[in-house]
Nanobody, 122 residues
Framework: EVQLVESGGGLVQAGGSLRLSCAAS????????IAWFRQAPGKEREGLSC??????NYADSVKGRFTVASDNAKKAVYLQMNSLKPGDTAVYYC?????????????????WGQGTKVTVAS
């Protein structure tokens, strides 16, 4: 059974940082693309990053501010978020699929976690 469990969300002031964690079980990072996406209240899902074949792509909205790291031995993936803005407020999800999804507003990944809420106060 595949499980993805996110943690690390919370309340942070604008300009601050948070690190989200995703603990994975039941999958091999070698076989799946691992991604982060988010959904803000009243908005569509937005893909943030996708790591596949050793490289990570980022959405323009987070490029230069967010960084993905992974620990294959722990089967953990991290999303380091710096220079946070109120517009980053959302529920953040870790996801796994065989390929990187191009548009999260129309497609969900094969697996995703329960999400962790991030609130950025102005």
């Amino acid at each position: 059974e595949v499980q993805l469990v996110e943690s690390g969300g919370g309340l942070v002031q604008a300009g601050g940082s948070l690190r989200l964690s995703c603990a994975a079980s039941g999958i091999s990072f070698d076989d799946y693309a691992i991604a982060w996406f988010r959904q803000a209240p009243g908005k569509e899902r937005e893909g943030l990053s996708c790591t596949a074949d050793g490289s990570t792509n980022y959405a323009d909205s987070v490029k230069g501010r967010f960084t993905v790291a992974s620990d294959n031995a722990k089967k953990a993936v991290y999303l380091q978020m710096n220079s946070l803005k109120p517009g980053d407020t959302a529920v953040y999800y870790c996801a796994a699929d065989f390929v990187c999804i191009a548009n999260y507003s129309v497609q969900l990944p094969d697996y995703w976690g329960q999400g962790t809420k991030v609130t950025v106060a102005s």
